[in-house]
C-alpha cells in the first residue's frame, strides 16, 4: 500500500486534507515544530496481522512527532510493553519510527490519523476518518481480533462495520463476536491519566491481551 493510494481502497493517505480543522491546526504545529511529521500517521505493523490494536489519535510529541502510532509518548510505554509480552512485538520499546521494533502478527491503528487540538476529535472528524478504518478492517481474516483502546476507538469501530452501537458497550473487557468473523475486545486507553491515577494497571492491560492471545490461538487449532 503506498502512502497516497487510491481512496477507495486506502487504509491510509498521507496527503488527507479532508478535515479543515485538523488541517488546519497540524499546519499550525508544523510551523512551531518543522522537524515533526505533521500529517496523517499511517498505520504501523504487520499488513496481514490478526491482532489489531485501535487507537484514538496520534499525540501531539508522540506519533505526531515521529510518524508511528504510539512511539515517542508515555502512552508507547505500556503498550509496546504488553505487545513484546505476548509475543506480538521483538522489542519491548519504541523508540524511533526508524528503529528495528517489528510486529509480529499484529498491527496498530488508530480511528483518527491526525492529531487533533488538545487531543480530542469531534464526531465529524471521527466519522471522516472512518471510510479507512472500515477498509482495513474488511482485509481482516475471519477470527482475528480487534482491540479497541478505549471508548472513542470503540464506537469508530462498530460504526466501521455498520454495527448498532446500542448492541455493543464498551467497557473495559468486554468481549463480542462480530458477524464478520471478528472478535472485539476493549481496554482503558493505556494514557498518561488512566495508567498515573490507576485507572488503567498493567495487571488489568495483561489481561485483555492475554484473553486476544488466547483467541488467537484457539483459531490456528
Avoid at 172 to 191: I, P, T, V
Amino acid at each position: 500500500m503506498t502512502e497516497a493510494a487510491d481512496s477507495a481502497s486506502a487504509i491510509y493517505d498521507i496527503a488527507c486534507r479532508k478535515c479543515p480543522r485538523l488541517a488546519t491546526f497540524l499546519d499550525g504545529v508544523k510551523k512551531k515544530h518543522p522537524d515533526y511529521h505533521c500529517r496523517p500517521v499511517a498505520p504501523f505493523g504487520d499488513p496481514a496481522a490478526r491482532l489489531l490494536v485501535v487507537g484514538l489519535a496520534p499525540g501531539m510529541h508522540g506519533a505526531n512527532r515521529t510518524g508511528r502510532p504510539f512511539t515517542g509518548d508515555h502512552a508507547g510505554l505500556l503498550l509496546y510493553q504488553t505487545l513484546h509480552d505476548f509475543g506480538f512485538s521483538n522489542r519491548h520499546e519504541s523508540l524511533a519510527a526508524d528503529d528495528e521494533l517489528k510486529l509480529i502478527d499484529s498491527r496498530i491503528t488508530n480511528a483518527v490519523k491526525c492529531l487533533p487540538p488538545d487531543n480530542k476529535p469531534i464526531g465529524a472528524e471521527v466519522n471522516t476518518c472512518n471510510s479507512f478504518l472500515a477498509i482495513e478492517l474488511s482485509k481482516m481474516a475471519a477470527g482475528s481480533v480487534v482491540l479497541a483502546l478505549g471508548g472513542i476507538a470503540h464506537k469508530a469501530i462498530v460504526k466501521a462495520l455498520g454495527l448498532r452501537q446500542a448492541e455493543f458497550k464498551f467497557g473495559h473487557a468486554a468481549e463480542y463476536k462480530l458477524g464478520e468473523g471478528l472478535y472485539l475486545l476493549d481496554s482503558y486507553h493505556c494514557s498518561r491519566y488512566n495508567t498515573n491515577t490507576g485507572r488503567l494497571t498493567p495487571a488489568m492491560f495483561h489481561t485483555v491481551f492475554a484473553r486476544a492471545r488466547e483467541l488467537l490461538d484457539q483459531s490456528t487449532t
